[in-house]
C-alpha cells in the first residue's frame, strides 16, 4: 500500500481564439478601461462554437498522462469537474470517458466548481491511500464563453470569463518526503445564491425546470453579489493559506509556490497582502486568460511546472474559492 499519493503528471488545453477587452466591448457596454480597473483581466479565450467541455479536456488529458510516463489504459478512475458540460445529464465524465477510451473504468462528476481539483485531488489521495486505485486522472474544463450574458444584470460577471481545461493525474508515492501532505475541504451553503444560476432547477415552483419566463427574465444565467463573492474569496482564501500552515507547522519561508484560483486580479491582491505572501512565490496568470473556473488552477499548477517555476522537491500550496460557497487547500511536496 502506498504511503502517500503525488501528482505524477499535469497538462492543459487552451482554445486559439484570442479575445481581447477590446472585443468584449463589442459584445457588451464596457470599456477596457473598466474592465482592466476592476478584474485586472486583459484577454481571454473562446473556444469555436462545436467545441464542448469534454472536447477541452481531451488534449489535456493527453497531456498529463504522457507527463506521468503512463498510458491511458493504466488510469483507473477518471474524476471530472465541470460547471458547463456537453449535455444536462448524464455527467460530462461520461462523454469524456468515451473520447479517452477508458471504458469500463469508474467516472466520478463532481461539481465543487472552481475547488474541483483540490477535491478531486482529495478523493484520488483517499483511494490511492486506501489501495482502491492506483491512478487516478482529474480532468477540470470549462467552455464558460456559452455562458456570457453581456446584459446589464450578467456583466458584472461576464467581462471576467474565458474558456480552458486542466488535468493532472494522482499516483502512489512511497517517498515520505514527496506527495500530498494534506487537503483541507469546506463549504457554505448559506451563502449559494450570491453566485449561481436559478434555471434550470426543481425549485423554480413551477412543473417545469425552465420555460420562456425563465429565459426572459434571465434566470438561466449566472447573478453574482459581486461584493459578498469579492469579501469571501479573499477571507476564504486567505483563511485557507493560514489553515493549511497552522495544520502542517509551516510559513511561506518553507514554501515555494503558492497558487491560488485565478479569480480576479484584485481578489489576488488582496489576499497576497493579507497573508503577506512574497509576491514572487505566488503565480497569477488571470490577466492573460480571465477566470476559467475551475479550470484555473490546473492549468496554473501546470504553466508553473513547464515555466521552470516549479520543480521536484518544491513545496507548493493550492487554495480555490467558488460558487456554492466551497473553498479549500492542498498542501503537496513535488
Known sequence: MAIASRIMGTGHYLPEKV??????????????EFIVSRTGVRQRRHAEAE?????????????????????????????????????????????LQAKLDLMPKPVLDIKQQC???????????HFIRAGTYKHVLIACSEVLSKRIDGSYDGRNI?????????????????????GIISTILHADGSEAKSLY???PGSASGKMCMVDKDDIDAGRVHFRMDGRVVFENGVGRMSEAVFESFEANGVTFEDVDMLIPHQANLRMLE???????????????????????????????????????????????????FGSGFVWASALMRM
Open 19 to 32: 479575445v481581447t477587452n477590446f472585443d468584449v466591448m463589442k459584445m457588451m457596454e464596457t470599456t477596457d
Open 158 to 178: 461576464a467581462i471576467l470569463l474565458g474558456d480552458g481545461a486542466g488535468a493532472a493525474v494522482v499516483g502512489p508515492s512511497n517517498d515520505p518526503e514527496q
Open 51 to 95: 467545441v464542448s467541455a469534454s472536447d477541452l479536456a481531451v488534449p489535456a488529458c493527453r497531456a498529463a498522462v504522457a507527463d506521468a510516463g503512463l498510458e491511458m489504459s493504466d488510469i483507473d478512475l477518471l474524476i471530472m469537474n465541470t460547471i458547463t458540460p456537453d449535455h444536462a445529464d448524464p455527467g460530462c465524465g461520461f462523454f
Open 270 to 320: 488582496a489576499i497576497i497582502q493579507r497573508v503577506d505572501a512574497p509576491e514572487d512565490k505566488v503565480f497569477v496568470n488571470v490577466e492573460q486568460y480571465g477566470n476559467m473556473a475551475s479550470a484555473c488552477l490546473p492549468i496554473a499548477l501546470d504553466e508553473t511546472r513547464k515555466q521552470g517555476k516549479v520543480n521536484s522537491g518544491d513545496l507548493v500550496l493550492l487554495v480555490a
Open 197 to 199: 444560476t436559478a434555471a
Open 115 to 125: 475547488a474541483g481539483l483540490i477535491y478531486g485531488m482529495s478523493i484520488a489521495d
